[in-house]
């Protein structure tokens, strides 16, 4: 037992995946044998709400790796959506303004943090304002209409049934991200600079081009996503922020990304996704207004805040003193 | 080094060998400051029509709203926990809290409902915040999530109306031809501005936004310090509900809508430093101001109101990069 302990606490993926088996469990006891939660159609939202949110909750995740935290991907998102539906009449094209400006803007961003040696919060809180001041001057303040409706059909086309363009786009991605991460220098170099920069520095790992470069990274991947909704959508509108921000901190936390750096990894994350979309889709399964879903959103999203709280075992030790000495 | 809980995500980027920048640059970065200022006042008394009296009147209902927030957003900030994304979900509740008490019990009622809604929520996410010392930014981010959550089950996304009859009147008139809602806003400024410079509290603010390990060391008690933040900064939040609700005789959760945004752009024009541990009142009070009479001179300008956005997002990434070490050290 103990051995099977030690295994779970240092394998990164144990706490995730425990999380998303979890809630599959308590989804099951909800449903109580009816069949209303384990269909197809769960598992096509899951694997929708997987493709909205999955890419930038794994960008957001990487920088919360290193140490930082790109809250842009909220404006990014809405100003990636508004210039594809522009420039998207041929989608590739629309993709590639889309991408390349969201990826030059994650770079100038971490370009700025490294160079002017700020946190990446007031930088990217900076970034946001102005990519959703973009988003509102490109679309003038209002909803725009794509108009290759083609594409739009295209995007909901289901692949070998429960698959999606966008879904499909996020799972390459994520295995992509897991194998790069796993495998090669660049992962080791990320994790450990999110253990500790100093000793990182001193390994000889080049920490300012890795902080650039996951900037540049996790814009892109914001504004792929952005992009592909907009075109399945087939519409953008530049309002809507924060409706992106909150599953994709939520769904990094979820997957084993913690604030103090260094944990986490892309498999993970994506059990995080995994989780929100299997609880998104088995409460819409079961029938309850949608507010609950944010409700439970908001209560896991606490709760791990709190388990993750670096005093916390300190103030339950004062509780059980306290306890223990009754004055 | 530790500003905000889990410290290092919040930390500048890097402590490279600190560039030893000389002490002179302060007052440059100053000088632009003021220069920027003087250009912006200009600008404002050569675009015709900017002190007329709808003009100034727009000018001083806009700031008021955002103001209150930014005024809360201030303490949060100088006290090293960066910002609340909760903050505009919040006036949008307490607005709702405030028509739905003075329904049931008065006017007085409402705003004592109001007011004390707003700091019990907002001092709630201080305490779980200042105990375990979880991370502020996702405990607001929660906080949203939860607040509209709720909001959305009492209301279902619809428009409460206040009942027909109440009379709030003089809460809407002008005092001298200023609005009362800016009245509130320049009371709430001095009180948060007493509260951080005339108060041991809020000495302990500035401490602890300076400097975390060192404020523990000397004994501040820190969950009660951030806890007290919280709670004032909801009660800020709660003004801004209420001039909303009463400007309107309504509430929604729409209300509050980017109002974090807004006040955190306006705690950041005014130069008050991101990671915590200086700044004041006074200067949020500014940076608001800066914000709304560059809306209101681009508007007479005839730029299409989406501009103002860009423009405002732009000078706070602006002001941000002017608080670089190496440009202020």
């Given at each position: 037992v103990s051995r099977l302990g030690s295994i779970l606490s240092n394998e990164p993926h144990a706490r995730p995946f425990t999380i998303l088996f979890g809630c599959v469990v308590l989804l099951a006891i909800a449903d109580w044998g009816r069949g209303?939660?384990?269909t197809l159609a769960t598992a096509v939202t899951t694997l929708e709400t997987f493709g909205t949110i999955g890419l930038v909750a794994l960008g957001l995740g990487l920088t919360m790796m290193l140490r930082e935290f790109d809250i842009s991907v909220v404006g990014m998102f809405s100003m990636a959506g508004c210039i594809a539906v522009l420039t998207g009449h041929n989608p590739w094209i629309g993709l590639a303004y889309a991408t390349g400006i969201g990826l030059a803007a994650g770079l100038v961003q971490g370009l700025i943090i490294v160079r002017l040696r700020l946190g990446s919060i007031g930088v990217t809180l900076g970034g946001l304002l102005v990519f959703a001041g973009v988003a509102y001057v490109v679309s003038e303040n209002r909803t725009i209409a794509y108009d290759n409706i083609q594409v739009a059909l295209a995007m909901g086309n289901r692949i070998a049934g429960i698959f999606s363009i966008r879904s499909l786009t996020a799972i390459v991605i994520f295995l992509a991200a897991a194998l790069v991460i796993g495998m090669t220098r660049i992962g080791r170099d990320v994790i450990a600079t999110g253990n500790d920069r100093h000793a990182a520095m001193t390994a000889g790992v080049n920490v300012d081009t890795l902080i650039v470069g996951i900037f540049g990274f996790s814009g892109m991947m914001a504004a792929l996503s952005g992009a592909l909704l907009s075109f399945s959508l087939a519409s953008a509108s530049p309002s809507g922020l924060s409706d992106v921000i909150v599953p994709a901190a939520a769904a990094a936390i979820l997957g084993g990304v913690s604030l103090a750096g260094g944990t986490g990894r892309p498999l993970g994350i994506a059990a995080g996704v995994l989780t929100l979309g299997v609880i998104h889709a088995g409460l819409n399964a079961i029938g309850v207004p949608p507010y609950v879903d944010e409700v439970t959103m908001g209560a896991i999203l606490l709760l791990v805040a709190i388990a993750d709280g670096t005093y916390l075992l300190r103030r339950l030790r004062q509780t059980v003193r306290a306890l223990k000495q009754p004055t | 080094m530790s500003i905000g809980s889990t410290g290092s995500v919040l930390v500048p980027s890097m402590p490279r060998a600190a560039a030893a920048a000389p002490a002179a640059w302060r007052r440059p970065v100053g000088l632009v400051r003021l220069a920027v200022l003087a250009a912006l006042a200009v600008l404002a008394l050569t675009t015709p029509g900017f002190l007329s009296e709808p003009s100034m009147l727009a000018l001083m209902t806009t700031v008021s709203f955002i103001g209150c927030v930014a005024v809360g957003m201030t303490l949060i900030t100088v006290s090293g926990n960066i910002m609340s994304f909760s903050l505009g979900a919040l006036v949008g509740a307490t607005a709702m809290i405030f028509i739905v008490a003075v329904n049931f019990g008065g006017v007085v009622f409402g705003f004592v409902a109001a007011l004390a809604f707003g700091a019990l929520v907002n001092a709630a996410q201080g305490l779980v915040i200042g105990l375990v010392r979880a991370n502020p930014i996702i405990v607001s981010i929660a906080a949203t999530a939860l607040i509209t959550g709720v909001a959305e089950a009492f209301a279902e996304h619809g428009t409460i109306y206040v009942a027909?009859?109440?009379?709030?009147g003089i809460f809407r008139g002008k005092v001298a031809g200023v609005p009362i809602e800016f009245l509130v806003l320049l009371a709430a400024a001095a009180v948060g501005q007493f509260i951080l410079v005339c108060t041991n509290f809020g000495r302990n603010i500035y401490m602890l936004g300076a400097s975390f390990a060192a404020a523990e060391i000397v004994g501040i008690r820190t969950w009660r310090t951030v806890t007290g933040v919280y709670l004032w900064a909801g009660l800020f939040a709660a003004f801004a509900g209420v001039l909303l609700a009463m400007r309107y005789d309504a509430a929604s959760m729409t209300y509050g809508v980017g109002y974090e945004y807004d006040a955190v752009a306006a705690v950041l024009v005014g130069g008050t430093a991101i990671k915590g541990g200086e700044g004041s009142v006074t200067r949020t009070l500014i940076g608001a101001i800066v914000i709304a009479m560059v809306q209101v001179v681009l508007l007479l300008q005839g730029f299409r109101p989406e501009w103002q956005y860009l423009i405002a997002g732009l000078i706070v990434l602006a002001m941000v990069m002017l608080q670089s070490p190496g440009v202020r050290e």
């Open positions: 209303e939660v384990f | 027909a009859g109440t009379s709030y």
